[in-house]
């Protein structure tokens, strides 16, 4: 079955680092584009940072410099190193399968994990 | 960033309705446009990509139309598990993907 499952979301106080994990079954993480997306609390979905298959790394602008996004091909997992995390960065954390629609040509993002929740607060 | 904007960002329906959300896009995407259903507690689930093609296993009472700048996602004749929230998203401008605001499909 193919499958992303978060872990590692908790309670951090501002200032402080938090990783985050998601493991994938079914399927290999290298071979893919794998994102990280997240929601705050009733509020809609952002895109975080994403992974190429060949190992580029892009984020957005509001976490770029503090989040770093990587992966173990070993244990087929993804990551997502935060540091310097603000209250604002208080959501649930996706990770999410990225199309690859045509050579370099990537898509809508077709399989989810369950999230994690962090939350930023002293 | 290409901003996508939905409307309604909510309202009430009754069981068999057909009901249409439309999205925006700031600039022209072609037809690089996903919807999603996300329910409460849920993931997003992703029922249309390339503005209209279903996603496997989405039942066929949804379609999607538009290219360019306005999308619509259309549920033929709702049902029970269908009350959610949906999300229009780009992928146009990759890396930098972005999302619509939600619309979210109440019960009358």
């Known amino acids: 079955e193919v499958q992303l499952v978060e872990s590692g979301g908790g309670l951090v106080q501002p200032g402080g680092s938090l990783r985050l994990s998601c493991a994938a079954s079914?399927?290999?993480?290298?071979?893919?584009?794998m994102s990280w997306v997240r929601q705050a609390p009733g509020k809609g979905l952002e895109w975080v940072s994403v992974?190429?298959?060949?190992?580029?790394?892009y984020y957005a602008d509001s976490v770029k410099g503090r989040f770093t996004i990587s992966r173990d091909n070993s244990k087929n997992t993804l990551y997502l190193q935060m540091n310097s995390l603000r209250a604002e960065d208080t959501a649930v954390y996706y990770c999410?399968?990225?199309?690859?629609?045509?050579?370099?040509?990537?898509?809508?993002?077709?399989?989810w994990g369950q999230g994690t929740m962090v939350t930023v607060s002293s | 960033a290409i901003r996508m904007t939905q409307s309604p960002s909510s309202f009430s329906a009754s069981t068999g309705d057909r009901v249409t959300i439309t999205c925006r896009a700031s600039?022209?995407?072609?037809?690089?446009l996903a919807w999603y259903q996300q329910k409460p507690g849920k993931a997003p689930k992703l029922l249309i990509y390339?503005?209209?093609t279903l996603q496997s296993g989405v039942p066929s009472r949804f379609s999607g139309s538009g290219s360019g700048t306005d999308f619509t996602l259309t549920i033929s004749c709702l049902q029970s598990e269908d009350f959610a929230t949906y999300y229009c998203?780009?992928?146009?401008?990759?890396?930098?993907?972005?999302f619509g605001q939600g619309t979210k499909v109440e019960i009358k």
């Open positions: 992974i190429y298959s060949g190992g580029s790394t």
């Open positions: 999410a399968r990225v199309e690859s629609i045509a050579a370099g040509e990537l898509g809508a993002f077709d399989i």
């Open positions: 600039q022209g995407i072609s037809s690089y």
């Open positions: 079914g399927f290999t993480v290298s071979s893919n584009y």
């Open positions: 998203q780009q992928y146009y401008s990759y890396p930098q993907w972005t």
């Open positions: 390339a503005a209209s």
